[in-house]
């Protein structure tokens, strides 16, 4: 069975980076047929779609974050990485990983999300 | 950005209830929505994909059904554990968006 676990900084000073990393077990992140996501959900609001790294390195990020998120994937390591530069408080959120097939964008396999508290 | 707008934001219901979800896109998105489920402290679940397919290993009193704009999940007999929120999501085109949730609560 798949499984997908979020690991990272849990505070974050603002204007500084949160970086974040998903270890994938029970699959390999070079499929062929996936992308993976990354996903967050602010205290007591809804979802928010980041972007996506596919195993060959190629991205699609969300415009409204694009200017400050890099994704990358270690095929050696079999995990992919969330860099969200110049954070702010709005940043504050429980972070997912989470898995795309390609035939549907849809999220079959979430990690359990780690909370990310930007605060001085 | 497509806009994806759930009725009700929360709902009240009993055990053997049949209920009703609806989700609005502001533009048509084609059979590509998807519905989750989330309890409290949790991961969403991924239940319905395709607008009506059922996730493998979801009961089957779970459906889902529309095209173009307007989407239902339906829940034929509330059992306890359905008690959660559930969120829709688009994937017509970038950037993929969720609704707000609808909370389903117990009566």
């Known amino acids: 069975q798949l499984q997908l676990q979020e690991s990272g900084s849990g505070l974050v000073k603002p204007s500084q980076t949160l970086s974040l990393t998903c270890a994938v077990s029970?699959?390999?992140?070079?499929?062929?047929?996936?992308?993976w996501s990354w996903i967050r959900q602010s205290p007591g609001k809804g979802l928010e779609w980041i972007g996506y790294?596919?195993?060959?390195?190629?991205?699609n990020y969300n415009p409204s974050l694009k200017s400050r998120v890099t994704m990358s994937v270690d095929r050696s390591k079999n995990h992919f990485s969330l860099n969200l530069s110049s954070v702010t408080a709005a940043d504050t959120a429980v972070y997912y990983c989470?898995?795309?097939?390609?035939?549907?964008?849809?999220?079959?396999?979430w990690g359990l999300g780690t909370l990310v508290t930007v605060s001085s | 950005d497509i806009q994806m707008t759930q009725s009700p934001s929360t709902l009240s219901a009993s055990v053997g209830d049949r209920v009703t979800i609806t989700c609005r896109a502001s533009?048509?998105?084609?059979?590509?929505l998807a519905w989750y489920q989330q309890k409290p402290g949790k991961a969403p679940k991924l239940l319905i994909y395709?607008?009506?397919s059922l996730e493998s290993g979801v009961p089957s009193r779970f459906s889902g059904s529309g095209s173009g704009t307007e989407f239902t999940l339906t829940i034929s007999s509330l059992q306890p554990e359905d008690f959660a929120t559930y969120h829709c999501?688009?994937?017509?085109?970038?950037?993929?968006?969720f609704g707000q949730g609808t909370k389903l609560e117990i009566k």
């Open positions: 989470a898995r795309n097939t390609v035939a549907g964008y849809y999220f079959d396999f």
């Open positions: 999501q688009h994937y017509n085109s970038y950037p993929w968006t």
């Open positions: 395709h607008a009506s």
């Open positions: 029970g699959g390999s992140i070079s499929s062929a047929d996936h992308s």
């Open positions: 790294v596919y195993h060959t390195g190629s991205t």
């Open positions: 533009q048509s998105i084609s059979s590509w």
